[in-house]
Structures are given as structure tokens and as C-alpha cells.
């Protein structure tokens, strides 16, 4: 495996017998187990912060709904789901949950571990600086994390740079996975509904680009369609873009307005990354557009697949 460069480190302070050994009270009380909160980023409708959890002298991540959203019954399964599949899934590609509660309210939260790291879109914004081999270890990672999810019936739904991690020891992980899909034991679709964009013309150099930019460009055809037989293909559609985006520096679909680039993603047949930049290796080349295929059936069918297609001597001849 490559070796990335260098993270700087956060500061962590050194342990002391006071913190390791301090007894825990005789009657707890669970408003009290977490404190000095930070906030780290704001979503469309959740709240993340960093906390000290009291019990085990730890930094970890937090977790919620914003108060506009704490009380709504939809969302609230959301988080529920979100939760519960990243702590069913346990894999060495996703964020360690630790514990799902409700606070002094009676509003969901759910904690995991805090990573310190760079996004794969921060790392795109500065693709020059690694080479080849580094960024596609990074999708292999993903598609490790991927392969888990689809084996137990999860499709993730959301894969984007803005969504994959990458820490200061090599750790890649797949985070959020608040747009999971899962079906009841009859194989009956989850009542709530999908959130699609709207289809206004609405220019995406504006106010909500990232957000847009984030969930649309990485769409399957199938799902920006709502088909009702999407499965795990769609994901491999996704990565199949942040793949090509490694490639060539660009999405294949292309548009200045919801309108366009969903017209784009439907009807257009993307360039080849060989049209677009040099020194694209043909096996790499020809992996990317078979994910990207229309047609689930055409494209890579599994995670396993594709890491074994990334794996192979790519190189230049």
C-alpha cells in the first residue's frame, strides 16, 4: 500500500493513574456523562460535535438532530437507522458507533469515535500532490467498507468524496450513513420516503452547491429515477464516479443546472479519462466506465469485483 503524506498529529495528551483510575460514581446519572461540547459541522438537518465522554475520559464524536428536526418522526428514524447499521456493520472501513440514547429532552443522539483527517473531497481539491496508486487504494478501501454493508442487505446511498475519510494513520472509512437502504424481512421497501432534489432551474454555482454537488453528481440513473428495484449496483455506480474523478479532476456528468446535469447523468455517455487527461492506464480506464455502464447489468456487479479489478497491475506498459 502506498504511503500518504504526512498528517500533522493532533496534540494528544499524555494519560495520568488520576485519569485512568478515577472511580466512577456510585449512581449515575446520564445527563451528566458527556460534556464540554464543540460543535464540527452542521448538516441539512443534524448537528455533529465533539464532547468529553466522563466515564471514559475520551474525546468522541456526537451526533444529532438540530432542533428544528428533533421531534420529527422521519428523521428521527433516520438517525435511528443511521446508528444502528454503522454499529451492526463493525468493519475496519467505518466509524466505531459507541452508544444510541436520548439526552435530558428525550431527543435521539448517538455517539463514535472522532477521527482527525482529511475528506477525499480535501484531498481532491489537492489531487496533485498524490499519485495514482494512493487515490485508488482509497476507493479499495471504500469498496471494502461497501462489500460489508451489501452482504448484510445495506446499500449505502450516498458515496462521495465529502463522505470518505481518510485519517492520519492510513485509515480509510466511509462515513454517514444516514441514506442507508433496508428492507423488512418480507423485502418490503422502509416507508420513508427518498429525498431527491428538486428539479428547478436552479443554478449550482449558487447558495447549496456543495450540497448539490455532493448528492447529485454521484447519483446512479437508477436512483435519481426512484427506481424501486435499486440495489447494491447503485453504489458501485457512485464510486464508479469518485473513481473517474480521481482519474481526470472532473465528474462525468456535467451541468450548470439540476436540470442539466440530471439530463447529463440519464442520456449522456461520459468522455473517457483518456480524452480528458494523459498517462490514463487502459485497464483503469476501462474499470471506470464499466461501473459507470447505464445499465446495472453491464457494470462491475460487486465490491469484490471491483477490488480485484483495482488490484491488478494497472500500470503503464
Known amino acids: 500500500m502506498s504511503e500518504y503524506p504526512k498528517f500533522k498529529l493532533p496534540d494528544f495528551p499524555t494519560l495520568f493513574i488520576e485519569q485512568t483510575d478515577k472511580d466512577l460514581a456510585k449512581k449515575n ?5 458527556y460534556a464540554y461540547f464543540k460543535t464540527i459541522a452542521k448538516g441539512g438537518k443534524s448537528l455533529i460535535q465533539s464532547c468529553k465522554d ?30 444502528r447499521v454503522s454499529a451492526i456493520l463493525q468493519h475496519p472501513n467505518t466509524v466505531p458507533t459507541y452508544e444510541l440514547g436520548r439526552d435530558n429532552k428525550g431527543h435521539y443522539y448517538f455517539t463514535m469515535k472522532l477521527v482527525h483527517g482529511y475528506t477525499l ?8 500532490r498524490y499519485d495514482l496508486g494512493q487515490l485508488v487504494e482509497i476507493i479499495v478501501q471504500v469498496a471494502r467498507a461497501l462489500g ?16 470518505i475519510l481518510v485519517g492520519p494513520y492510513g485509515e480509510v472509512l466511509l462515513l454517514d450513513w444516514g441514506l442507508a437502504k433496508v428492507w423488512d424481512q418480507k423485502g418490503r421497501q422502509s416507508p420513508i420516503e427518498d429525498e431527491i432534489p428538486q428539479r428547478e432551474s436552479e443554478d449550482l454555482a ?37 473513481l473517474y474523478e480521481a482519474l481526470t479532476g472532473r465528474t462525468p456528468a456535467q451541468g450548470e443546472l439540476i436540470d442539466e446535469v440530471i439530463h447529463s447523468t440519464l442520456n449522456d455517455d461520459p468522455p473517457k479519462p483518456s480524452t480528458l487527461t494523459r498517462n490514463i492506464p487502459p485497464m483503469l480506464e476501462d474499470t471506470v466506465m464499466r461501473c459507470l455502464n447505464k445499465q446495472a447489468d453491464n457494470r462491475v456487479q460487486t465490491s469484490a469485483e471491483l477490488i480485484r479489478l483495482l488490484q491488478q497491475n494497472w500500470s503503464l506498459i
Open 29 to 33: 446519572d446520564g445527563n451528566f456523562r
Open 54 to 83: 466522563m466515564h471514559l475520559n475520551r474525546i468522541i464524536c456526537y451526533k444529532s438532530l438540530l432542533p428544528e428536526f428533533a421531534d420529527d418522526a422521519i428523521e428521527q428514524k433516520r438517525l435511528l437507522r443511521e446508528a
Open 121 to 128: 473531497r480535501e484531498i481532491f481539491d489537492y489531487r496533485e
Open 148 to 163: 460489508c454493508a451489501h452482504s448484510h442487505g445495506v446499500i449505502h446511498r450516498d458515496i462521495k468524496p465529502e463522505n
Open 206 to 242: 449558487m447558495t447549496g452547491h456543495q450540497k448539490l454537488q455532493g448528492t447529485l453528481f454521484y447519483m446512479s440513473p437508477e436512483q435519481i429515477e426512484r427506481d424501486p428495484g435499486i440495489d447494491s449496483r447503485t453504489d458501485i455506480y457512485s464510486l464508479g464516479i469518485v
